[in-house]
């Protein structure tokens, strides 16, 4: 997996993250990025992304990774607890690692606000993750370059 960009992908609302994929792998292929050097692993939901990614992590070392889920609000507290708790472990692993890690994880008050997100008739926010994931690829590989 080494010099790779890794996307952990959740299968739950898979029409969504389907979309999103797919808006990833467009925008890195229009970056030029050659697929041999995209990893996708897909996980059951949007709360095993974390350790997954911490897993990837301490097994081999990544250029960077895209977090990819949808959690859409129902009746429950439960999308309050998977939007927090994932956010904020992935934003843990990006600072502790040093490493670009990109919260793709969609966190919507119903089910349209997500198709129309994942669209990629519409605004697909897949390719504007994966946008995010390369320029902090440079932006961290000039601050390591030059110190600033």
Do not use: C, W
């Not at 934003?91 to 969609?106: A, V």
């Amino acid at each position: 997996m080494k010099n790779k960009i890794v996307i952990v992908v959740s299968k739950f609302n898979k029409l969504i993250t389907d979309e999103l994929l797919a808006g990833v792998l467009v925008e890195l292929n229009n970056q030029s990025v050659n697929e041999k050097n995209v990893q996708t692993i897909e996980v059951p939901g949007a709360l095993e992304i974390p350790g997954t990614i911490k897993m990837i992590l301490k097994y081999s070392k990544p250029l960077a990774v895209i977090a990819l889920g949808a959690v859409i609000k129902g009746e429950t507290a439960h999308f309050e607890f998977v939007a927090e708790n994932s956010s904020r472990l992935i934003s843990d692993l990006s600072i502790q690692n040093e490493i670009p890690i990109i919260n793709g994880i969609l966190t919507t008050y119903d089910s349209s606000q997500a198709v129309k997100r994942s669209s990629r008739a519409e605004k697909n926010k897949g390719s504007e993750f994966a946008k995010a994931a390369m320029d902090m690829l440079h932006t961290y590989g000039k601050i390591k370059r030059t110190g600033k």
